[in-house]
């Protein structure tokens, strides 16, 4: 008999680890350097941005974030000489290329109706869903299982293929280039999913709980606020991701239905044009800033997200 | 603190009926246990009572008032759950304390009262402890102190001892039965345990397919069941039976086993010739040579005290439980009494027990 270490039959091997953790380091590596060039371009001048070969390393700036949150004007050098001196570093930086600042973008109202579309119809989308899911989990609903194909069969095509019928619709509505039609949208489009994710978490907790707190003198409500939810945090947190994440990104519809007042960030950003040609550097700004809620909301929420992920790891 | 009377209570879930017009009384201060093998309808029976399913039909009175159709928080009721639901998101105080906010009344009041309850079951010292880590017995006594801060007019328990380990199990029994003592406070308890129930009723309601097959002390149970299906549901081993045709006058007192004349207590009515059966308990049987009723030594048990012995007859297998220190060796033959006075005649068909004076005893013992 040969001499061995007892091992594990279900723990993987140290080399199995070792190769897992290889190809996630791999994965994790190229996943990031675009994200990674993005951040870097934000910091470059536009020159540096379309040098050829790309420049790596490179003197930074913040030209593109001035870019994004100002309109410049080209000026006659005599003009901007007569100019006081420059009020700020922004300032100063597009004298050298002969401009002036005449105005604030619509790069921060149009991120602003980003949160605020992006955030109320998540909001709105959890909410629904979190009180439909709690009806199809609790009572008996005629057609109940029909009902839940009908619910998700809203997801089976491409949004973009009523894209028209919306269009028109929203027209004769009034709500074209609304911030509400957004939500009422994004809303509608997500709701299927919350109640879906919903409705598995809600049905693992036991109805004992409910049941308990109206015998102890509850409603059915204050039995459902005080005893189903907080026990469904992590359900809804990570619905709430999914849905924030959808309703953040989704860029057709919002170039469809926004173009003015409720334009959001998405279908903005692509329209940022320098002086001569693509201001790539004020693009890659915006995109840095417009990657940053989701990233902040994914970290305050990916315990609750982690363990969402992972169905079934609701407590009994 | 209140009785409750349940009257041709009825539950329909579509085509299977779940609770078929049960009746019962449950007196005030008194422990009452629901007992059946599960799915025979008593959980339910107890939901209706909490107001947790809508009966069918039939009544609910709690303390003379119907409330059959009232609302659970409308009943001032309260109710152990077999999972305790105790609220993970809260801790052992909150958790007690937690019928009484609904009251609105003051939180320092709540805390005076949770505290008192806290000592009652003690476990004072565990108040500011999140309820996941407690070991089972310990939940089990923050859920019975839910119930019992809130001073409800009844107490139902549905298998709160189900989840428990053997030991604790045991010590719980004890426990809740203490308790009771204390407090009488009416209680519904249900089952599918007999131990648990024979050791803490006062009354029992055997339950089968929807119906309640019995209704009775502990000791009416056991010594005079009902029907064939109570009795053989309740004992361990349960009751033996060995079957005998032919029919019974009133004023018999004797039949014919397997060829053996064997005494029985005096008949009471007319039965129809129909297949019947004799009802043994274990510890009923003797071991007799000279017994026409014989049958062969099939195995042992050994008990301790006593010894579960196996007795193969041309009838089948029956179970005597005799001292322990007879020795027997499997084979042997042996001659079987019956002690006569303890014997149960039964219709085989509806499972029903034929009146005798035996139950006259019981009455005569009641009443006088």
Redesign the interface.
């Known amino acids: 008999m040969s001499l061995t270490t007892a091992h594990s039959v279900v723990a993987p091997s140290s080399n199995a680890k070792l190769i897992a953790g290889t190809i996630i380091i791999a994965y994790a590596l190229i996943s990031i350097v675009p994200l990674l060039w993005i951040f870097a371009t934000s910091f470059k001048t536009p020159p540096d941005s379309i040098a050829y070969p790309p420049k790596v390393v490179f003197q930074p700036s913040i030209e593109g974030y001035c870019n994004l949150f100002t309109t410049r004007t080209r000026q006659t050098p005599e003009y901007i000489n007569a100019l006081g001196p420059a009020t700020g570093f922004c300032d100063e930086t597009v004298r050298k290329r002969n401009m002036v600042i005449a105005g604030p973008s619509n790069f921060l109202p149009r991120f602003v109706n980003s949160l605020i579309i992006a955030f109320g119809s998540t909001f709105c989308a959890v909410f629904l869903g979190t009180l439909s899911a709690y009806g199809f989990s609790r009572f008996k609903v005629p057609l109940a299982d029909d009902l839940l194909f009908f619910i998700l069969s809203t997801r089976f095509m491409p949004p973009i293929a009523v894209a028209i019928p919306i269009y028109l619709m929203y027209r004769e509505l009034g709500l074209s280039d609304t911030a509400l039609g957004m939500i009422l949208l994004y809303t509608a489009v997500n709701v299927s999913l919350a109640v879906w994710l919903l409705k598995g978490f809600i049905d693992e907790i036991p109805r004992e709980y409910e049941e308990a707190a109206m015998i102890d003198g509850y409603t059915r409500l204050q039995a459902f606020w005080r005893t189903v939810l907080p026990q469904a945090t992590t359900g809804i947190a990570a619905t709430a991701i999914f849905c924030l994440i959808f309703a953040w990104n989704e860029y057709a519809f919002a170039a469809l239905l926004t173009s003015g007042t409720a334009q959001t960030a998405p279908p903005f950003i692509p329209t940022i044009i320098g002086e001569g040609g693509q201001d790539w550097p004020a693009v890659a700004a915006g995109t840095t800033i417009f990657l940053v809620p989701i990233l902040v909301f994914t970290i305050l929420l990916r315990k609750q997200l982690l363990r969402g992920i992972t169905f079934g790891a609701v407590r009994k | 603190m209140a009785e409750i009377r349940v009257q041709n209570l009825r539950k329909a879930f579509g085509a299977f009926v779940a609770v078929q017009d049960s009746n019962f009384v449950v007196e005030d201060g008194e422990f009452f246990v629901m007992l059946g093998p599960s799915g025979c309808g008593k959980t339910t029976t107890l939901r209706m009572i ?3 399913e809508l009966p069918t039909g039939g009544q609910i009175l709690l303390g003379g008032e119907d409330v059959t159709m009232r ?3 409308e ?1 001032d ?3 152990v ?3 305790f ?1 105790l ?3 809260m801790n052992v105080r909150k958790n007690i304390g ?2 009484l906010l ?2 609105g009344m003051p939180s320092a009041e709540i805390r005076g009262r949770v505290e008192e309850t806290a000592k009652l079951l003690r476990i004072d010292h565990l108040l500011d402890k999140s309820v ?1 880590g407690l070991a089972g017995g310990d939940r089990q006594r923050v859920a019975l102190g ?1 119930a019992i801060v ?1 001073r409800p007019k009844c107490f139902l328990m549905d298998e709160p001892l189900g989840t428990l380990d053997t030991e604790f199990r045991d010590l719980m029994v004890h426990e809740l039965r203490e308790l009771h003592n204390r407090i009488h406070a009416t209680t519904v308890y249900v089952t599918h345990d007999q131990m648990e129930a024979m050791s803490m009723a006062d009354k029992i309601a055997v339950m089968n397919h929807g119906v309640i097959e019995q209704f009775g002390t502990p000791r009416e149970i056991y010594d005079r069941p009902a029907t064939m299906f109570v009795a053989d549901f309740i004992g361990s081993p349960p009751m033996n039976f060995l079957g005998f045709g032919g029919g019974l006058a009133k004023g018999a007192k004797e039949i014919v086993v397997q060829g053996a004349k064997v005494p029985v207590p005096e008949v009471r009515e007319d039965v129809a010739p129909a297949e019947m059966a004799l009802g043994i308990r274990p510890e009923h049987i003797r071991f007799d040579d000279g017994s026409k009723l014989r049958g062969a030594i099939y195995g042992t048990e050994y008990l301790g005290t006593t010894q579960i012995v196996a007795v193969e007859t041309v009838d089948g297998i029956i179970k005597a439980r005799v001292p322990a220190g007879i020795h027997l060796s499997p084979g042997e033959q042996v001659g079987l009494t019956l002690s006569s006075a303890r014997l149960s005649l039964f219709e085989k068909g509806s499972g029903r027990a034929v009146r005798t004076a035996m139950h006259d005893q019981a009455a005569e013992a009641r009443h006088g």
């Open positions: 909490a107001g947790l609302r659970a928080r009943r009721i309260a109710f759950f077999q999972l639901a609220y993970p998101h937690f019928p609904a009251q996941s839910r809130r």
